[in-house]
């Protein structure tokens, strides 16, 4: 890079970077071009170009050459440590340059005097989270407090955009959007698949032809080296541990500097940190990250691997956004990575200078996961990422934001619709939609009209509409907030630290006595006490590893597409391992391997039952629930279905006889009743439903400090489901629930176009016995726990069970139900 | 007149449905407890706009108890309007329902509970504060130390374990003595039995008639789950 001086910076900016032995990047100097010309940006960068100081760099030295008090530069972050992270680098150059400026920060912890004394007098640069933002915005002087705004810069916008947190936030930014008309936007980001849906997201117009948003792209750093690890081991047929390999993991760690080793879940963590420490004979410093430890142990691993003390980490997603560590000189993958966008951020945690390529190893558990990995490096090199398409905003998003700015000012309905359609998820908002949840805001929205004379929101003579009271301010201000999980618990060491939190669930199905792995020992559960679940180290039998909600990411579209073509193709095997190529090859010989375009389905028989084998590769969550779907056009076809077993390539149903009909079967109608009937009746409609009632504010979202003593009656979300469900089917909330479910976990829409793809390109294959390419799923059947509708009779069985040891002195034993004429 | 019962209470055999009442056949008499009618509109009051069918929804299930058991009294044990001004809140449509259900049975009873000390008048039926039948007590909340009682007020949940899961529904808890019932109405919550509000007025060994998928499971104390904290 030519080492001149540059028009674009002030004298102490470019003193500054030659202070430092540096020169501005070329994407740095575009970021200031942008905002001379008073253009928003997206920067799309990899990570450790100075991203972040190019998104600073035009507010700083406008700062400089212009000193004023207000504030100037909102930063948001989807992370509150982030955010934090943030703040604290930026104070160096900022001292350096010896600016005139204050930056503090604002988040959930930031406490109420604070908050007070920040909207009184703001200082030029504030750091903050979307959820932030909207209590901010929510104020009657928002206007003041943004009145002197110039730049808003939202990070790693990738990772909010099409998400409901980046829908809150884009509501925000249409509010800033009217209170501060001369602030541009800045949106830094990862590479993606889809530069346009950003810019779109970026602009004031909602979207991607708005015209006012500049693209900016950082330079690619030099290509990865990625490498699939062939093992000596023979490979497994099934499983997601990659235990057979971690041996050579092991001494790959050994030959670096610091590695970092991906896995896919919590669960895998805690397994695969395990497994490396009985290897560990050199006692290497190999520390674990993920979410569900206490902050404070995840910050003492962040501060030892930023000081360069530990060898390897290993990690979930927990470590996929922000903190940059330039030491780490390999990434390591354990299990297939599910997406080739998800691959590149990993592998771009590594060597940071961008000079040197970041070295990689993925390591594959089983066959079908060789496939994955050999297709995800293809997309790499190829640069094809996985693109998904936008969905739109969420309505009960939309109804939080609406009682929001009724608590800033009143609004007119017409004003808040043509603001909202700014926002890209919502640039789509029919009118009558707007008013329906306007309505649900206001009085409930419901078909039976007797709630007229309750309001949140009424309207006035002068046509705006205006909170009813002080009491719904505060209510708004308690439930702000798109996050909703489920409830965890702490983990506390026998009445000493805080290791950790788990999900409810899962202590739930302890007993004292039992053990679990968690934080990377052995645990033994003794019992909850005060909200916490007590544990002690050590204990004996079959530990449990906590299973957490969501931990496991279906394989995207795209990959699969890759893995579908390469199966089809054998000119593509000579680079799979000889067990891989082998296997394919039997396949070949005693069914047929699945075409590219086409749909497989082998049927055999197995101990007495008729085996159906469905080779669609979308992914577990569709399968699921082609599982569902296909088991009750079974039933009706009387082919008597048993159970099924889905992974993310295949999908296995057993049943007593096999259908004869298969076009019939997989028609794609079965997406009309069935799958509404389903949806109604799965737990996954009724957890996002009470995901809705949460932001919608139905329910109360429950405070740490003010949980509900025993005593007190807890009230379900379920209970307003069924009763909502039944008699008021077409209400807003419902609706935006079952918006939620199809477009959120987007298995259905791929479900749809899967079954239109392989319409009429069914290949059946009838065989004596099970083919190769079925033997991994059939290995996952008794691995998977029994789910929805056995329950009924796992209940009886359990009942049954006990009826002889139960107290027989309280009545004869038998079944209990009691259906009776009078 | 044929049937199976599972709790035997002095003397008097009981069954309890699914649906969360108990029919006691020989006084051809049915039992429900918290039918908390207007919950919701409750809610709605203070800003919290939970759906208004919660009222319709009880009753459509109460009414479909009548239809199918024909009972020639009911008993409500209390609870059954959530609060004082609940009844001007009802909907036209859903006071119409309620008394043309109280019409078709011959005694109809509302034995009087903490959200409803003083049941609105103009609904049809008896109201008590306490009632006693033959050898047995109905009262809203259990007494402690009495036998023979059918009370509501706690509504009752309980949890099992079964492999891969954790069932958390209504029940009837049952220690040979007492009876208490579950919560009838479509909004009520619950508390779980092993909470000492519930577990510190019954036997040390009792047992829960649980209410999951349109049956009643039976299982002792011994099996139960804990709520956290």
């Known amino acids: 890079m030519p080492d001149l001086p540059s028009p674009l910076l002030p004298a102490n900016v470019q003193g500054w970077f030659r202070s430092r032995g540096w020169a501005p990047h070329p994407h740095q100097l575009a970021m200031v071009e942008a905002a001379e010309a008073g253009d928003s940006a997206l920067l799309i960068a990899p990570t450790g170009g100075g991203k972040t100081l190019a998104g600073f760099l035009p507010s700083l030295i406008d700062l400089a050459e212009r000193p004023r008090d207000g504030l100037h530069t909102l930063y948001i972050s989807p992370l509150k440590a982030l955010a934090v992270d943030i703040q604290r680098n930026l104070e160096d150059p900022i001292a350096e340059m010896r600016l005139p400026i204050r930056t503090e920060t604002r988040t959930g912890d930031t406490p109420e005097s604070k908050r007070r004394r920040q909207r009184a007098h703001p200082p030029q640069i504030l750091m903050t989270t979307p959820e932030s933002l909207a209590l901010m915005i929510a104020y009657a002087d928002a206007a003041a407090l943004f009145r002197h705004l110039r730049c808003v810069i939202v990070d790693e916008l990738h990772a909010l955009a099409g998400t409901k947190r980046g829908d809150l936030l884009a509501l925000g930014l249409a509010r800033l959007a009217r209170l501060a008309p001369r602030a541009r936007r800045v949106g830094l980001s990862a590479t993606v698949a889809e530069p346009a849906q950003l810019l779109a997201w970026l602009s004031r117009t909602g979207r991607a032809e708005g015209g006012d948003v500049r693209l900016v792209t950082g330079r690619a750093g030099a290509s990865a080296e990625v490498e699939i690890l062939t093992s000596r081991e023979r490979l497994p047929w099934a499983g997601h541990m990659a235990v057979h390999a971690l041996k050579e993991v092991y001494q790959r760690i050994r030959a670096h500097r610091t590695t970092l080793v991906f896995v896919n879940t919590r669960a895998q963590a805690e397994l695969v940190f395990q497994e490396l420490w009985r290897l560990n004979d050199d006692s290497l410093p190999i520390a674990l990250h993920h979410g569900s430890l206490a902050a404070e142990q995840r910050r003492k691993v962040e501060a030892a691997m930023a000081a360069g003390k530990l060898r390897a980490v290993v990690a979930t997603s927990s470590l996929d956004l922000g903190i940059d560590w330039a030491a780490v000189d390999l990434v390591v993958q354990i299990g297939a990575p599910k997406g080739a966008s998800r691959l590149v951020q990993r592998i771009g945690r590594a060597n940071h200078r961008l000079d040197e390529p970041s070295r990689a190893l993925l390591v594959p558990a089983n066959r079908f996961e060789v496939l994955e990995c050999r297709a995800a490096v293809d997309a790499v090199a190829a640069m094809s990422l996985d693109g998904e398409r936008p969905r ?29 359609v700014c926002a890209a998820p919502y640039a789509g908002l029919a009118r009558d939609e707007f008013d329906d949840v306007l309505d649900f805001v206001a009085t409930g929205g419901y078909a039976l009209g007797n709630y007229e004379r309750f309001h949140r929101l009424k309207m006035r003579e002068d046509g705006r509409m205006a909170v009813a009271g002080p009491a719904v301010a505060r209510q708004y201000r308690m439930n702000v907030g798109t996050i909703t999980q489920e409830a965890m618990l702490r983990v506390r060491l026998n009445r000493g630290p805080v290791l950790g939190e788990v999900e409810e669930h899962f202590i739930q199905g302890l007993t004292p006595g039992h053990t679990f792995v968690f934080a990377g020992q052995l645990l033994k559960f003794l019992g909850i006490r005060e909200m916490e679940a007590q544990v002690a180290k050590g204990g004996s039998g079959e530990p449990k590893v906590p299973a957490y909600a969501g931990g496991r990411l279906p394989l995207t579209t795209a990959l699969a597409d890759r893995v579908r073509a390469m199966l089809a193709d054998p000119a593509q095997w000579p680079g799979l391992p000889e067990d891989v190529q082998e296997w394919l090859r039997l396949q070949r010989w005693r069914s047929v391997l699945p075409a590219h375009d086409g749909l497989l389905v082998e049927s055999f028989p197995k101990a007495g039952k008729r085996f159906l084998v469905v080779y669609a590769f979308e992914g577990r969550n569709a399968h699921q629930t082609l599982g569902m779907l296909l088991t009750r056009r079974m039933e009706r076809m009387g082919c008597g279905p048993l159970g099924f077993v889905a992974t993310d390539y295949v999908l296995a149903v ?148 006990l009826v002889a040891e139960a107290m027989p002195e309280l009545g004869s034993p038998g079944n209990s139900q009691g259906r009776l004429a009078l | ?224 789950s804990p709520d956290k904290a």
């Open chain 2, 1 to 224: 007149m044929t049937m199976e019962t599972t709790m035997t209470l002095r003397g008097v055999a009981l069954a309890p449905d699914p649906s969360g009442a108990l029919v006691w056949p020989a006084e051809r008499t049915l039992v429900v407890a918290d039918l908390h009618l207007e919950k919701g509109s409750a809610f709605a009051a203070r800003g919290r706009m939970l759906p208004p069918y919660d009222t319709r929804a009880t009753l459509d299930r109460l009414a479909g108890l009548v239809e199918r058991l024909a009972p020639e009294r009911v008993v409500c044990l209390g609870d059954s309007f959530h609060d004082r001004r609940a009844a001007g809140r009802m909907e036209a449509g859903d006071v119409a329902r309620l008394r043309d259900l109280t019409g078709r049975v011959a005694d109809w009873l509302w034995v009087t509970g903490n959200h409803d000390p003083e049941p609105p008048e103009g609904f049809g039926g008896r109201i008590l504060d306490d009632l006693a039948l033959g050898p047995l007590t109905f009262r809203h909340e259990a007494v402690p130390g009495a036998v023979g009682e059918l009370s509501g007020h706690l509504h009752p949940v309980a949890a099992v374990l079964v492999p891969g899961r954790r069932v958390r529904e209504r029940c009837f808890a049952f220690d040979g003595g007492k009876l208490i019932l579950p919560a009838f109405g479509a909004y009520a919550g619950g508390l779980n039995v092993l909470d000492p509000a519930v577990s510190g007025l019954l036997a040390e060994r009792f047992e829960v008639h649980l209410l999951a998928r349109g049956k009643v499971h039976r299982f002792p104390r011994s099996r139960l």
């Open chain 1, 654 to 801: 057993w049943s007593l006889r096999t259908p004869k009909d298969m076009d019939g079967l997989f028609d794609q109608d079965m997406l009309g009743d069935d799958l509404e009937a389903w949806m109604d009746e799965s737990s996954m409609l009724r957890r996002t439903f009470r995901n809705v009632a949460l932001i919608t504010g139905v329910i109360d979202r429950r405070h740490p400090g003010q949980e509900k003593s025993g005593r007190q009656v807890t009230f379900s979300s379920d209970l307003i489901y069924d009763v909502l469900r039944k008699h008021d089917p077409g209400h807003v909330l419902l609706r935006a629930t079952r918006a939620d479910a199809a477009g959120g976990l987007t298995d259905v829409r791929r479900l749809s176009d899967f079954l239109a793809r392989v319409k009429g390109r069914i290949t059946h294959k009838d065989l004596d016995r099970i083919s190769p390419l079925a033997v991994p799923v059939i290995l996952e059947i008794g691995r998977e726990r029994v789910d929805g509708s056995a329950t009924d009779e796992l209940l009886e069985q359990a009942a049954a069970d």
């Open chain 1, 392 to 420: 739109p905003g969420g309505l009960d998003v939309l109804a939080q934001h609406m009682l929001g700015m009724a608590c800033a000012e009143p609004f007119r309905p017409d004003d808040l619709y043509d603001e909202v």
